[in-house]
């Protein structure tokens, strides 16, 4: 079994689609078990049933035509129970269904097993044998694999419409495209693609006559350019941040290389034309970044890449290439620079869509920032099949729809109009405290990374800043920011929310968060070099942030320091005399300070045996539950093949935060929540229950939290959590909450999902 098994998952990624995906798992599945006949049946296109897409054994006119109800069949018994259905004699089995297009023979022996992605039942694969048979626990567990295996096609496969079903166009499921989450949030346009004038691979004149002439155009077009980008500069800057706003230095300092332009113009003094010279120098500069693991300095490669295109647009026609963009318009590419997403009227942007990228690249920052829904990490998808079409850019769940049906659209709609008459009400929590109906008061803080985000965590009901993630001011410059610098960011974050406590953590950049000056290429970067690890073996950075937020909490004085990925008391203690060298620098200077509380992260499981050390040397705590669950379950999440696992709910998570809790009570240190766990009503109830008194989330998070936690009193809380504690898995966990919160009228999760099948 093992080498039918790699065998089939060979044949499985060797596809090319999912329809072939399909027929290698129905041919090869039945070739394995010598069975009679083997079938998949996905969900339509209304959730109301499945649907034959694929079989070996059965008249391929089937495919299409047979359809078995929710609840109807043994092909409905497999995908409600989500585990195997093995009969020996299925005609006995009250569920048993005969179907005309089977023909008249009887297939007795039965064996079906679900077909399930994140949790979310897809559909069920089935073989079938036509007399009496008993399939060994080894042939379920084989089917099983192929099972998983085939839900990642599934699920990435619907883009092509699964066999069967793209004869309906009307009822086919929508072409759907998974990528990683960029910024939250939906919206709807029309795809438009990087200017096809400004193409290098276009080029016909490589040479030139004149050089003179050529180095003139060619200095013309960068200056043009540059003052373009200075204009972007200027209007965007009342639409951003003054972090995000300093993004577009990074473009302009790009045109101010003298090294860039000097190979350029020196080819084209050579006999190139300045157009050649361009294309060449830009493709060289590019590599470099482009062969780098980091995303950051990918990304730089495609800042490269864009403006080699704007030099290129001016060198062409004189002037920038007039656009019309859609009413509202979704920009694609493969990585979109800032500076494009600058061109486009912020009223007629609708999402952004990026084949490469993470949620901390440039483009992803700036589109949290202006609140535009954004999906990064498309994959090898091809662009020209995406321009002009209609698109649904669902940045919350990392989806893309394109062409999606009105079906979608009026989901879409529906979802938004529940959310917005949602909102309403919850506004009307805004002024209330987040207290339990027996009377146990709980704090709600935001977690935010941008000024801008300070807003919404005020008008959220935020009662402070439970996490300020001081890194992205880092991430969107060219070099470190100086001691001056980060002391206005910090200043002006502190001022705004004063004198409710904020909570900065220090720089906190490795794993899956990289800076464009910093390489950082590692083999396991999670494990790696990150957090304070990093900042500890750079003294000279770590003291100017913390004489910068030293500084920065004279006046406010309302500021708490975080640090992040603590796993020894050792490290508490660098910290601590960094910090009172760091001090006595400020008063050396002449420069005003005040006192901080200064706290550990619980998100590396060493820290929960360290407690009692960490809590001599620390004032508070602060769980981060993301890390802290990717540690304790091995899962690296932004890995797809694993990322499934990634589950807070799972008991070994919760029973951590729970002797998490005990440990801090016990030093009688406060501690809070401010992974994204606290920032789901129903998690954040079973947090309270575990004795959690402070969660900080999102901001838009904030009054869904506080509506659930006004509606269970603790005792039930305290019920609920000591029911998960005692739950073998996380989906009896979720079963209980979701039980808990359908009884008392609530949707355990702020965030509804786009549904697209």
């Known amino acids: 079994m093992p080498d039918a098994l790699r065998s089939l998952t060979q044949a499985l990624d060797d596809a090319t689609d999912l329809e072939s995906a399909l027929a290698a798992v129905v041919h090869g599945v039945k070739k394995r078990l010598a069975a009679d006949a083997c079938s998949v049946y996905l969900a339509d296109a209304s959730d109301t049933g499945f649907v034959l897409v694929a079989t070996d054994g059965f008249d391929p006119h089937a495919v299409g035509a047979v359809r078995f109800a929710r609840g109807e069949g043994l092909v409905g018994l497999v995908v409600e129970r989500q585990r195997p259905v093995n009969l020996s004699n299925a005609h006995d089995h009250p569920r048993f269904r005969h179907l005309p297009q089977f023909g008249e023979q009887a297939h007795h022996a039965f064996l079906g097993v679900p077909i399930t992605h994140l949790r979310r039942p897809l559909g069920a694969l089935i073989v079938r044998q036509l007399g009496d048979r008993d399939f060994g626990p080894d042939e379920e567990a084989f089917m099983l694999a192929i099972a998983g295996q085939l839900a990642a096609w599934v699920d990435a496969g619907a883009p092509r419409g699964a066999p069967g079903l793209a004869g309906d166009r009307e009822h086919a499921p929508a072409a759907v495209l998974r990528g990683i989450k960029g910024a939250p949030g939906v919206g709807v346009g029309i795809c438009i693609l990087p200017s096809p004038a400004a193409d290098f691979d276009t080029l016909t004149e490589l040479s030139a006559a004149d050089a003179q002439a050529e180095v003139g155009a060619f200095q013309q077009a960068v200056a043009a350019v540059r003052a373009e980008l200075h204009l ?41 034309s300045a157009a050649a010279a361009l294309r060449q120098t830009i493709a060289e500069h590019a590599r470099v970044f482009e062969d780098m693991s980091d995303p950051y300095l990918r990304a730089r490669a495609e800042d490269l890449r864009g403006l080699g295109r704007r030099v290129l647009l001016r060198l062409q026609s004189g002037g920038t290439e007039p656009r019309a963009y859609p009413e509202r318009c979704v920009l ?38 202006l609140r535009i829904p954004a999906v990064m990490g498309l994959g090898n998808v091809p662009l020209d099949t995406l321009d002009g079409r209609r698109l649904l850019v669902d940045g919350t769940q990392g989806l893309v729809h394109v062409d999606p049906p009105p079906r979608v659209l009026a989901n879409v709609e529906r979802i938004s109009a529940q959310q917005h008459a949602s909102n309403d009400s919850l506004a009307a929590l805004r002024e209330l405290p987040a207290q339990t109906p027996d009377g146990t008061r709980v704090a709600l803080h935001a977690n935010v990374g941008l000024s801008t985000d300070l807003a919404g965590a005020r008008d959220g009901g935020a009662e402070g800043i439970g996490l300020y993630r001081t890194e992205f001011s880092f991430m969107v410059r060219d070099s470190f920011p100086s001691e001056d610098e980060q002391f206005r960011v910090y200043r002006e974050v502190l001022e705004s929310f004063a004198p409710r406590p904020v909570t900065m953590r220090t720089l906190d950049v490795g794993g ?135 589950d807070s709910l799972h008991p070994a998570v919760l029973r951590a935060i729970a002797s998490a809790v005990r440990g801090a009570r016990g030093a009688r240190r406060p501690i809070s929540v401010c992974g994204e766990m606290a920032g789901d009503p129903a998690a954040a109830v079973l947090l309270t229950g575990l004795g959690v008194e402070t969660l900080s989330m999102a901001a838009a998070s904030i009054p869904a939290v506080k509506r659930a936690l006004r509606t269970f009193s603790h005792q039930r809380a305290q019920a609920m959590a000591a029911a998960a504690l005692a739950a073998e898995d996380p989906a009896e966990v979720r079963r209980m909450l979701d039980a808990a919160f359908e009884e008392a009228g609530l949707k355990g999760s702020a965030a509804e999902p786009v549904d697209a099948r």
Not at 340 to 361: E, F, K, N
Not at 551 to 570: F, T, V
Not at 610 to 631: E, K, P
């Open 332 to 369: 694609a590419g493969e990585e979109v620079s800032i500076a494009r997403i600058a061109d486009v009227p912020m009223a007629q942007l609708a999402g952004i869509v990026c084949t490469r990228g993470s949620p901390y690249s440039h483009a992803a920052i700036l589109a949290r920032t």
């Open 512 to 646: 899956d968060k990289g800076l464009p000056y910093l390489p950082l290429q590692e083999d396991n970067a999670f494990l790696g070099w990150r957090g304070i690890r990093l900042t500890l073996d750079n003294p000279g950075i770590f003291l100017t942030q913390l004489r910068a937020l030293l500084r920065a909490n004279a006046g406010p004085g309302n500021l708490k320091i975080l640090l992040p990925m603590i796993s020894s008391a050792r490290e508490v203690d660098a910290v601590r005399d960094l910090l009172a060298r760091a001090a006595a620098d400020c008063r050396s200077a002449g420069q005003p300070t005040a006192a901080v509380e200064l706290g550990a992260m619980i998100e590396v499981p060493a820290a929960l045996f360290q407690m009692a050390d960490l809590a001599r040397r620390v004032d508070f705590f602060s769980i981060g539950t993301n890390d802290l669950t990717q540690y304790l379950l091995a899962v690296d999440r932004s890995n797809a093949r694993v990322a499934h696992h990634f």
């Open 232 to 272: 972007s500069a200027q209007r965007m800057a009342t639409a951003m941040p003054a972090e995000a706003h300093a993004m577009f230095g990074v473009y302009i300092e790009l045109l101010d290389d003298d090294e860039l332009f000097a190979d350029a113009l020196e080819r084209i003094r050579a006999g190139d």
